[in-house]
């Protein structure tokens, strides 16, 4: 078990950090917004935690705190990531449908810009030697951290579902108009899921400075927004189990098929373009299908009778 950990750990810690960060773009999707600023709020929390973490005037804290200083980093991520969310949801939810979407994909541009240009950032270079909860060596054991925060992130989003505020998401997200007639209040929910996406986001990304050593520019980009975007939308975005499912997958088939060399990327194109097409639903909704029972069928011969006037 330790050997297959040890070859194996990294991987599977990476799939869990996809699943995650399919899951909180699966937040707003409950509510029918297509934001793709994920990305974007990942970055900033990875930023937040590597400055506290490296940056020479903040030593007397590390310090202070020890081994806490992780935790820690997590909050100062989450509670800045939602800010920013709450700051940029407001004015941004008031788009819909593509506009969203290019909206939060300027807001990610945006950001890698800002990172690029600021020394506490690191610049184009950014911040090398973040250190490590566990041992270089070790770094499957990260699957503590990430873990437990699927976990619970899995049990926050079924808990949501049945709530009153799972059942505002699901009446916007079919017919807003409709539900602001009911007394549900769009802008109200919609910058709630939006801000429940950005602070998951960004705690994954505190989690997952440590995770890597280092941190810059390209955790936040336009292709990242893609990436996190085919997880939902190949997993399935009507069950939580989908972005999971799909970022899992599509984060292992490049490295298990890491032998074919180039080609295992045009493998993954090629499963992309035929889950697209044949899975509409995505992966968890044709199970879900599958294990539907059909609809009962009328006896042979027995036809309609007909109500005459």
């Given amino acids: 078990m330790g050997e297959f950990l040890a070859t194996y750990g990294f991987l ?3 799939m869990i950090q ?4 399919g899951l909180s773009l699966y937040f707003p999707l409950q509510a029918g917004q297509l ?23 903040l030593s007397g804290l590390r310090d202070a705190l020890g081994q806490f200083v992780f935790p820690v980093t997590w909050l100062a991520a989450a509670l800045l990531c939602g800010l920013l969310g709450l700051i940029v949801g407001v004015p941004a939810l008031r788009l819909r449908g593509i506009y969203l979407a290019l909206a939060t994909i300027a807001f990610v541009e945006i950001l890698r810009v800002v990172s690029l240009n600021l020394s506490i950032t690191g610049g184009a270079v950014g911040i090398f030697g973040i250190p490590q909860a566990f041992d270089f060596g070790d770094r499957w ?13 899995l049990l926050f989003a079924r808990q949501l579902e ?14 807003e108009l409709a539900a602001d007639a ?10 709630l899921a939006f801000v429940i996406g950005a602070v998951l986001a960004g705690i994954v990304g505190a989690m997952s400075a440590p995770f890597l050593n280092t941190w810059n520019a390209k955790q936040g980009t336009f292709d990242a927004s893609i990436a996190v975007l085919a997880f939902v939308l190949i ?3 009507r069950n939580i189990w989908g972005p999971v499912i799909g970022g ?9 098929l890491r032998s074919l060399a180039d080609w295992r990327l045009v493998i993954n194109g090629v499963v992309l373009v035929i889950a697209s097409l044949y899975l509409p639903q995505g992966i968890v909704g044709a199970l879900t299908r599958l294990r539907r029972p059909p609809p009962p069928q009328r006896p042979a011969g027995l036809e309609r009778a007909e109500v005459k006037p």
């Fill in 12 to 14: 599977i810690v990476t």
């Fill in 18 to 21: 996809a699943g995650l960060l």
């Fill in 35 to 57: 934001s793709l600023a994920t990305p974007g709020f990942y970055a900033v929390g990875g930023y937040a935690a590597a400055i506290m973490l490296t940056h020479p005037s």
């Fill in 141 to 153: 054991q990260y699957i503590w951290v990430f873990g437990p925060l699927l976990i619970l992130t």
């Fill in 162 to 175: 049945k709530s009153r505020v799972g059942r505002a998401f699901r009446a916007i997200r079919e017919d």
């Fill in 182 to 191: 009911m007394g549900v209040n769009p802008t109200y929910y919609k910058v």
């Fill in 235 to 237: 997993g399935g975005s």
């Fill in 248 to 256: 899992a997958l599509l984060t292992a088939i490049p490295e298990v």
